[in-house]
């Protein structure tokens, strides 16, 4: 794999690629990851991570913060957590929240079985066992510290929105990176191609060279890493968001060792 194969190109994006918001600790990430995987995490992935988690909120909320300051405001309200994602399919992620949020309860619409009878979203359980839902409170000092250095706050309830999306992001990253590691490698990607009537499709290629470049993994099988992390971005986002997260995720771990 070539050296630095994602080395950052200018973009005029405003967004978390280039910051150095200590948002969400290694020691959180490590966590999260202990909750999916028995594998070793090197501090390398955990910074990795979370500088892609840090990458995605930061977008979220820049996308939320537009659509507040339509109506002069800069609290951030749910339904601006809305807006931005329906302006910004990259933005979508963490799709498993979605069903616990109060906010998008409603919105996603019912699902129905084989047999056309709508399937209801389990009820709560009792259980002690971890999952990114129950461990969402997990976020809320990242989020904070997010929120300020875009200079804005938000209501409780786009604080817990927010909560939610990045442990589940971060859950689901955790369980790719696992999955890389399984498998060697990643053999599928994250892509989306927009069609417009009359006008040719773009035939150059889907995913770039250097992501390609992460489809086939090196090191132990008993150690998540840097690359691992990388590849599991790969499938979990696409567009310009994954291209800066993993230029900011590269920025992080440069100068980090692995262990």
Request: glycine share 10%; aromatic share 4%.
């Amino acid at each position: 794999m070539p050296a630095h194969p994602l080395r950052p190109a200018h973009t005029g994006s405003t967004s978390a690629a280039g910051l150095d918001v200590p948002s969400f600790k290694p020691s959180l990430v490590k966590a999260v990851f202990r909750d999916v995987t028995p594998l070793h995490v090197s501090r390398s992935a955990a910074r990795a991570a979370a500088s892609v988690t840090r990458t995605v909120l930061t977008d979220i909320i820049d996308g939320a913060r537009r659509a507040a300051e339509e109506e002069a405001r800069k609290k951030l309200l749910p339904r601006d957590l809305v807006t931005a994602i329906d302006r910004d399919v990259e933005l979508e992620v963490g799709g498993g929240w979605y069903d616990h949020s109060p906010t998008f309860k409603g919105l996603t619409g019912n699902v129905y079985g084989a047999e056309g009878v709508a399937v209801h979203a389990p009820k709560r359980s009792r259980s002690r066992k971890p999952s990114a839902v129950v461990g969402a409170h997990r976020f809320e000092g990242g989020v904070r510290k997010l929120l300020r250095n875009r200079g804005v706050t938000a209501v409780p309830a786009m604080v817990r929105e927010l909560d939610g999306l990045a442990s589940v992001f971060l859950t689901d990253l955790a369980r790719d990176a696992a999955m890389v590691v399984r498998e060697g490698g990643i053999k599928r990607f994250g892509t989306v191609t927009l069609m417009m009537p009359g006008v040719p499709a773009d035939t150059r290629p889907s995913v770039p060279e250097s992501v390609l470049a992460l489809s086939t993994r090196t090191g132990d099988g008993r150690t998540i890493g840097r690359d691992d992390v990388l590849a599991a971005t790969t499938i979990q986002l696409f567009g310009e968001v994954r291209q800066r997260a993993l230029v900011a995720a590269h920025g992080a771990t440069e100068t980090g060792s692995e262990g």
